[in-house]
């Protein structure tokens, strides 16, 4: 199954989207929602890659787009 959920807000930079993939502590307070659904799919599908999981595609004021790959 794949969730994908988008918004027009202001996008995440690269930098942000390689910490998140690498499971990195964020600068901001933002982004531990995303972070924790990220950790409880790999943990309930035990899954190593993050890859497995989750694709973001974000362009910097204009959008962010976040599949999440849920195993059937």
């Known amino acids: 199954m794949i969730v994908t959920v988008e918004d027009d807000g202001n ?3 690269e930098e942000v989207i390689e910490k998140i993939m690498k499971g990195e502590k964020l600068e901001a307070k933002s982004g531990f929602g995303l972070k924790a659904i990220i950790a409880r ?3 309930n599908y035990d ?3 993050t890859k ?3 694709e ?3 362009k910097c ?3 962010t787009m976040i599949k999440l790959y849920i195993p059937v």
């Open 41 to 43: 799919l790999c943990l």
């Open 52 to 54: 497995e999981v989750i």
């Open 61 to 63: 004021k204009e959008y």
């Open 56 to 58: 973001i595609e974000s």
């Open 47 to 49: 899954i190593k890659d």
């Open 11 to 13: 996008g995440m930079s």
